[in-house]
């Protein structure tokens, strides 16, 4: 099981960061990847954590960072200079380590959680 948090009400311009805490199994064993789906839009692939390296969608690349803990079993995804069309349900999702995160093949997807991106 995959348990997003962190997500709410952001203002422009500010930062935030959301968690993925994983249950029941191991982390580090899993490339992971995270995903946003805004309201009226499809879910989009936003960042890449995997044996691949990381990798981030143009629409987040120098703003957005993906990260987890070394001996921990929690991913960060810290989001910087958010904009209103960076709102929407965020989701992580893990798959195998060398995984390039295609969104049909990802293996556990947490819930979601909102961020909310407003003044």
């Known amino acids: 099981q995959l348990v997003e948090s962190g997500g709410g009400l952001v203002q422009p311009g500010r930062s935030t960061v959301l968690a993925c805490s994983a249950v029941?199994?191991?982390?580090?064993?899993?490339?992971i990847g995270w995903f946003r789906q805004a309201p009226g839009k499809e879910r989009e692939w936003i960042a890449c954590?995997?044996?691949?390296?990381?990798n981030y969608a143009d629409a987040v690349k120098g703003r957005f960072t993906a990260s987890r803990e070394n001996t921990g079993n929690t991913a960060f995804l810290q989001m910087n200079s958010l904009k209103p069309e960076d709102a929407g349900v965020y989701y992580c999702?893990?798959?195998?380590?060398?995984?390039?995160?295609?969104?049909?093949?990802?293996?556990?997807w947490g819930r979601g959680t909102l961020v909310t991106v407003s003044s």
């Open positions: 029941g199994f191991k982390l580090d064993s899993y490339g």
């Open positions: 954590e995997s044996g691949r390296g990381r």
């Open positions: 999702a893990v798959e195998s380590w060398f995984t390039s995160c295609d969104a049909n093949k990802m293996t556990y």
